[in-house]
């Protein structure tokens, strides 16, 4: 119970940085998505519940700030989250710089299209600039956790 109350802790010192600093960083029109980002992180590092905190809390953390109605970034978020988990970790190997790269831009493409879509709005260009920077921004994130986080161990039925 004390784990899971220092997780959402820190989910909620993660929304108040992003809202606040990060929200400041903006280069050619983009802003880093950090729980996003941090939710795909713990899930490439095989912490499928660790993730999902991430995704929810933080999901409802962004549906109280953001104009849209509320719940589209919690179930945009576990949406993406279960099909890169169901369907694309399962068919990729480890995964390297590049397939870590086309991981986290495809997603952020994905959230994009589906965002703009439901706000009935047709993409500009800026979307592409919004894509190629947050995959670099998960990059990061991710080479970060990798230091900090150990991978969850998987069941061996020997």
Sequence with gaps: MIKLSLKIL???F???FQITIFNKLVIFGSVPNLIFILSIAFLLKNRFND??????GGGLLL???????FGVYTILFLGILFILNFVIL?????PNLLWLYIIFSGAFLLIDLLILLFVRVWPSWMIVANVLINGLWGILVYL???RL??????????
Excluded: G, N, W, Y
């Design 10 to 12: 820190a989910i909620i």
């Design 14 to 16: 993660l929304f108040i």
């Design 51 to 56: 993730a999902l905190i991430v995704a929810i």
């Design 63 to 69: 549906d109280l700030v953001s104009p849209l109605s």
């Design 90 to 94: 399962r068919m990729l190997p480890a």
């Design 144 to 146: 970060f956790l990798v």
């Design 149 to 158: 986080v150990k991978p969850m161990e998987e069941i061996k039925i020997e």
